[in-house]
């Protein structure tokens, strides 16, 4: 896997270097590795590179380029990179995190069923670095520790997040499709109180579930600060006053 890795990202073209450098990388990646709903290259609104699944609804249709411009894909920025992966294992990490540097990648949403990296909490603080939102998604059942890079457990995650969000990055969210966090109250009383103390204009939601719930809608310094009830599930939003309408 890690051979394979640095060969796709060190790989050179003999031909086209715009056509066969960064597109076929990420193509062959994406189709081997990662389901990709989404990946759009941005420079202006004239200079674009659009990719598209095909089949549209086929997660392991292959990537197609769909709209180019010449020189957009060696010069522009990956407006958002959408991910899905069953797995996040330790040989993709290399090629993510310099995927995310090397093309300035600024919205990440990353959707993972288990985590095999042996320190996830580092991954964690390494995306809240380099990017400037978050949206991380667990997928499917699972009962290892590892489910949301490791923020399940005995782990105290509270001081992690408020850690990431005094990074680079100013929005995330958490949340999962079948299995959901279980928080003590006390770890979202510590969010409430240290997130607003950061002096930034953050984003911030998490869907849980706890055995308690006491709802809330007030204003913490320069923070909305709410918890309600979802039918089985309690959602906390932490988001600053400019931010409190502003949707993912």
């Known amino acids: 896997m890690a051979s394979l890795v640095r060969r796709l990202f060190t790989s050179k073209s003999k031909t086209n270097a715009v056509s066969r450098t960064m597109k076929t990388r990420i193509v062959e990646y994406a189709r081997l590795h990662m389901s990709v709903s989404e990946l759009m290259i941005v420079g202006s609104d004239l200079l674009h590179d659009r990719w598209r699944r095909e089949p549209p609804n086929d997660k392991k249709g292959k990537m197609k380029l769909e709209v180019t411009a010449i020189g957009a894909t060696q010069a522009r920025l990956f407006e958002l990179l959408l991910c899905e992966q069953t797995t996040l294992m330790y040989a993709i990490k290399p090629f993510f995190l310099n995927l995310i540097e090397e093309r300035k990648i600024e919205k990440l949403s990353l959707a993972i069923m288990n985590n095999h990296i042996t320190n996830p909490i580092k991954t964690l603080r390494d995306l809240s670095t380099r990017v400037r939102v978050l949206d991380l998604i667990n997928i499917g059942k699972c009962m290892s520790d590892y489910r949301f890079f490791g923020l399940c457990g005995s ?55 706890s055995y308690q719930f006491r709802a809330v809608d007030t204003k913490v310094q320069d923070c909305i600060v709410k918890k309600e009830r979802i039918t089985l ?3 906390l939003s932490i988001k600053h006053v400019s931010r409190e309408f502003e949707t993912f």
């Open 155 to 209: 782990i105290e995650w509270a001081p992690i997040l408020t850690e990431m969000l005094s990074n680079k990055l100013d929005k995330l969210r958490l949340r999962g499709e079948k299995d959901r966090m279980y928080m003590q109250e006390r770890d979202i009383d510590a969010l409430v109180e240290r997130l607003p103390t950061l002096g930034k204009i953050i984003w911030f939601e998490i869907n849980y579930r």
């Open 233 to 235: 599930e309690t959602k």
